[in-house]
């Protein structure tokens, strides 16, 4: 069975420049994390989806993140602009009920503004 | 905001040896998870524990709970090379996961 697919794995960009990333769960899975990590620290909680719905983007700075799910499955995140304080490792996990059980991570997205 | 904090924030070991790291956390929760961060990789789910449950065995991994004074902790038996990593520890509460940040364990061979 496949995990969860991040793409891309690295990515460069000038600050004021938008960025996205791309997030395939593993089938199945109904619910849908974005995590923020910084380095040294923890994973943030930026925003998760009970299918189709956002059920938690209280954490999402909506002035420039946004972030969809169509379909209930894939997800996008998207920065727009970056700014130098986004370089972080953006993670993606899923879980297959809609509790906060055993989730499973991707690799990341290792985002670095300059 | 991060919920728990673990203790200590690295650990240094001979391989065969046991390593605890412990975990403190604010506001009350339905569960605790343990997971394990390689370098460069993903987050990995070790275990679960319920606050109604006070100790729990996985392997070589022991996890226990005491919802008293809001702290866990992970005890690793006979450390592997292949246990360098860093572990952290999460808290469900409140509709949410919060992880704390980490403690980084090294296994010296």
């Known amino acids: 069975e496949a995990g969860v697919v991040q793409s891309p794995r690295y990515k460069i960009i000038e600050k004021k420049q938008p960025v996205a990333f791309w997030c395939n769960p593993i089938?199945?899975?109904?619910?849908l994390y974005w995590y923020r990590q910084n380095l040294g620290q923890g994973p943030e909680l930026l925003i998760r989806?009970?299918?189709?719905?956002?059920?938690?983007d209280s954490q999402l700075p909506k002035d420039r993140f946004s972030a969809e799910r169509l379909k209930g499955v894939d997800s996008t995140l998207k920065i727009q602009p970056a700014e130098l304080g986004d370089s972080a490792v953006y993670l993606c996990a899923s879980s297959p009920r809609g509790t906060n059980e055993k989730l499973f991570f991707g690799s990341g997205t290792q985002l670095s503004v300059l | 905001s991060q919920q728990g904090e673990e203790d200590p924030q690295a650990l240094s070991i001979q391989e065969g040896e046991n390593a605890t790291m412990n975990c403190s956390y604010k506001t009350s929760i339905n569960n605790l998870q343990w997971y394990r961060q390689n370098s460069g990789r993903g987050l990995v789910h070790l275990i679960l524990i319920r606050s109604n449950e006070r100790e729990k065995h996985s392997g070589r991994l022991r996890v226990t709970l005491d919802t008293s004074k809001k702290s866990s902790s992970l005890l690793i038996t006979a450390s592997r090379a292949a246990d360098t990593a860093s572990y952290f520890c999460?808290?469900?509460?409140?509709?949410?996961?919060?992880f704390g940040a980490g403690t980084t364990v090294t296994v010296r061979a």
């Open positions: 999460a808290t469900d509460g409140d509709y949410k996961l919060s």
């Open positions: 089938s199945g899975h109904n619910t």
């Open positions: 989806y009970e299918n189709e719905e956002a059920v938690d």
